[in-house]
């Protein structure tokens, strides 16, 4: 299985994160499955990587030209696949793994396990997303997903598409189990982005008709000025 990990660019202050890169790592490698992640050999990313470079497997490293320049990109890599931008470095992770997973990091990986949990959460068949919860990190996010469920925004189903362990083995236990999702079955980037557009197209054109029935009743004359003509 191909494994996408997001995780930071720093290594934190916990010790127990660069522990839990360490061990997912070699789990990785040990266990016959590779790793997709971002390229980079700094901070948890390049724990991560070289852990599972050392324990003799597979890492695929997706990283955007400019990072390569500046000269952070890991050595010896199975294989670095270089990208112009950011979205594409997102869009390649997506079509080559089969499970995500977020270790703990900081915005750049939020941005990245989010587009998986929207992805989940439309039904794209993207792959399972998990996220490793070492020493309560990700409890703050858990709870603004209960606070999204209880307004309405999301449904109880989706919260029980994302996975989040407390420990490496619990991790790992949960990816033994998951599925590999066939490709054909997966969404490639242009479908997502249409599908992207398509959505926000449909929702700005309800937006527009509402707010068309809304005000149509209440003032009949002023309904279909424009801006430039407000209401006296
Ligand atoms: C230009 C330069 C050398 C910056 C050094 N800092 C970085 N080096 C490598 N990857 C990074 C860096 N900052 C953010 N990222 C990217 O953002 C993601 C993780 O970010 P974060 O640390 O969770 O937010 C990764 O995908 C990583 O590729």
């Known amino acids: 299985m191909n494994i996408a990990v997001y995780c930071g660019s720093n290594p934190g202050r916990n010790d127990h994160f660069a522990q839990a890169a360490r061990d997912l790592g070699i789990w990785i490698a040990v266990h016959g499955h590779a790793l997709v992640y971002g390229g980079s050999s700094v901070g948890l990313m390049g724990v991560l990587s070289s852990n ?13 030209r400019f990072f390569i320049d500046a000269g952070v990109a890991q050595h010896d890599l199975t294989e670095l696949v270089v990208v112009d931008t950011m979205s594409e470095r ?3 992770m997506i079509e080559l ?3 995500f997973v977020a270790l703990p990091g900081g915005v750049g990986t939020l941005e990245e396990i989010s587009e998986i949990m929207s992805c989940v959460r439309l039904g794209l068949d993207v ?5 490793l919860n070492i020493d309560g990190f990700y409890n703050p996010l858990i709870e603004l997903l209960h606070g999204m469920e209880q307004q309405g925004f999301i449904e109880r189903g989706d919260l029980e598409r994302f996975h989040f362990l407390e420990s490496v083995e ?4 949960c990816l033994d189990r998951a599925e590999r999702t066939p490709l054909a079955a997966r969404a490639t980037a242009a479908e997502l982005a249409e599908l992207r557009a398509e959505v926000s197209r449909e929702s700005q054109a309800e937006l527009e008709a509402e707010r068309a029935a809304f005000y149509a009743p209440l003032q009949p004359d002023w309904a279909g000025a424009s801006e430039a003509e407000p209401h006296q």
Do not use: H, I, S, W
């Not at 792959?127 to 996220?131: I, L, M, N, R, S």
């Not at 619990?170 to 236990?173: E, I, M």
């Open 52 to 64: 599972v470079l050392a324990a003799g497997g597979n890492a695929y490293g997706v990283e955007p």
């Open 90 to 92: 997102k869009a390649k």
């Open 97 to 99: 793994a089969d499970a």
């Open 127 to 131: 792959g399972e997303c998990f996220f």
């Open 170 to 173: 619990q991790l790992t236990r």
